[in-house]
T-cell receptor
Framework: EAQVTQNPRYLITVTGKKLTVTCSQN?????MSWYRQDPGLGLRQIYY???????DKGDVPEGYKVSRKEKRNFPLILESPSPNQTSLYFC?????????????FGPGTRLTVL | KQEVTQIPAALSVPEGENLVLNCSFT??????LQWFRQDPGKGLTSLLL?????REQTSGRLNASLDKSSGRSTLYIAASQPGDSATYLC??????????FGKGTKLTVNP
């Protein structure tokens, strides 16, 4: 089944403890992206990647890192999480480009930072 | 800066009713517009993608239209069912590599 998977689905952690949220897609998509969703603010892009080894900042990149070493994986790294990073996170992918192709979203990761 | 607005924020209708969800955007220079459905505790499911050169797209009971010049899109749901209850999100793809989302319309279809 074609899908975008994220792990973990739920995570409670403490301030300053490094964590990684994994994202993987099995559709051989070139484009991948991370969003966060917050009440009243909607979905906002954190980082995106147009291709392997190519990443760039979205609207709210502060406090996050990403890497794209393989086409299928696009992990989101929080080096020193803070409570304001408590949010619902979504990974997305598109076949070639967000300008032409449907974007498919993962099931979400609900992160709580205490 | 692109802004996307969805009205109403919430809508409650009886089963079987035809309904229209509205989406407006401020910058008409878009590549495409996408409608998503979000169920509680789940991710976003893509419903329809309309390219900027298209006027509408249909999938089953769903029909989405796009009027790029006026900055508007509508999602028409025919013969609504309780299973259609969800939050519907409109998102536009402009010149940057990101989707700009509206805040959604929460739809409740009552049996």
């Amino acid at each position: 089944e074609a899908q975008v998977t994220q792990n973990p689905r739920y995570l409670i952690t403490v301030t300053g403890k490094k964590l990684t949220v994994t994202c993987s897609q099995n559709m051989n998509h070139e484009y991948m992206s991370w969003y966060r969703q917050d009440p009243g603010l909607g979905l906002r892009q954190i980082y995106y990647s147009m291709n392997v080894e190519v990443t760039d900042k979205g609207d709210v990149p502060e406090g996050y890192k990403v890497s794209r070493k393989e086409k299928r994986n696009f992990p989101l790294i929080l080096e020193s999480p803070s409570p304001n990073q408590t949010s619902l996170y979504f990974c997305a992918s598109a076949r070639l480009s967000p300008f032409t192709d449907t974007q498919y979203f993962g099931p979400g990761t609900r992160l709580t930072v205490l | 800066k692109q802004e996307v607005t969805q009205i109403p924020a919430a809508l409650s209708v009886p089963e079987g009713e035809n309904l229209v969800l509205n989406c407006s955007f401020t910058d008409s220079a878009i590549y495409n517009l996408q409608w998503f459905r979000q169920d509680p505790g789940k991710g976003l499911t893509s419903l329809l993608l309309i390219q900027s050169s298209q006027r509408e797209q249909t999938s089953g009971r769903l029909n989405a239209s796009l009027d790029k010049s006026s900055g508007r899109s509508t999602l028409y749901i025919a013969a609504s069912q309780p299973g259609d209850s969800a939050t519907y999100l409109c998102a536009v793809q402009g010149g940057s590599e990101k989707l700009v989302f509206g805040k959604g319309t929460k739809l409740t279809v009552n049996p």
